[in-house]
T-cell receptor
Framework: DAGVTQSPTHLIKTRGQQVTLRCSPI?????VSWYQQVLGQGPQFIFQ???????GRGNFPDRFSARQFPNYSSELNVNALLLGDSALYLC???????????FGPGTRLTVT | SQQGEEDPQALSIQEGENATMNCSYK?????LQWYRQNSGRGLVHLIL?????REKHSGRLRVTLDTSKKSSSLLITASRAADTASYFC??????????FGEGTQLTVNP
């Protein structure tokens, strides 16, 4: 069975641009969460979606948005990129609301 | 903000030795989970312990939870070079998100 997949693997953007990151959960998983991990720190929660509804939002500005599609895949959008948005963006899926989460390999975003 | 704090920040041991990492947290939890991360890649779930459990084992891993002290420990026995990674504890407090600590970097020397 395929694990959680994320695309792209790496991305370089310029300040002020917009970016879309994509995530496909494990088959049968209906919950997708997004995390931001800045180098040297632990992941920080951004969003959780369950059954296509937003179930949680972390302490991130409105420049960050997400959605979940009928096939449970998800997109994370970040507008007006700042240098501080440079990080590893991790997507995780789970079969239920939280419990064990299965993480994808992440998308490394660099903002210059 | 980080709920959990891991201790130590870095740990270096020889192959075959045991490694112990500690995690403290601030608020009541539903469960606590430990994850491993190799070289800035995706996290791998290791073990989950619920708030009403005190100890759990999985292979060479042993996790304890003391809710009165708001702390947990992860013990890796008979460590191997392949155990070299960052280890994070994560708490589930609200049922919709995990809050991670800043991690312990474990180095196992062959």
């Amino acid at each position: 069975d395929a694990g959680v997949t994320q695309s792209p693997t790496h991305l370089i953007k310029t300040r002020g641009q917009q970016v879309t990151l994509r995530c496909s959960p494990i088959s049968g998983h209906k919950s997708v969460s997004w995390y931001q991990q800045v180098l040297g720190q632990g992941p920080q929660f951004i969003f959780q979606y369950y059954e296509k509804e937003e179930r949680g939002r972390g302490n991130f500005p409105d420049r960050f948005s997400a959605r979940q599609f009928p096939n449970y895949s998800s997109e994370l959008n970040v507008n007006a990129l700042l240098l501080g948005d440079s990080a590893l963006y991790l997507c995780a899926s789970s079969a239920r609301d939280i419990y064990e989460q299965y993480f994808g390999p992440g998308t490394r975003l660099t903002v210059t | 903000s980080q709920q959990g704090e891991e201790d130590p920040q870095a740990l270096s041991i020889q192959e075959g030795e045991n490694a112990t990492m500690n995690c403290s947290y601030k608020t009541s939890i539903n469960n606590l989970q430990w994850y491993r991360q190799n070289s800035g890649r995706g996290l791998v779930h290791l073990i989950l312990i619920r708030s009403n459990e005190r100890e759990k084992h999985s292979g060479r891993l042993r996790v304890t939870l003391d809710t009165s002290k708001k702390s947990s420990s992860l013990l890796i026995t008979a460590s191997r070079a392949a155990d070299t990674a960052s280890y994070f504890c994560a708490t589930d407090t609200s049922g919709s998100r995990l809050t991670f600590g800043e991690g312990t970097q474990l180095t196992v020397n062959p």
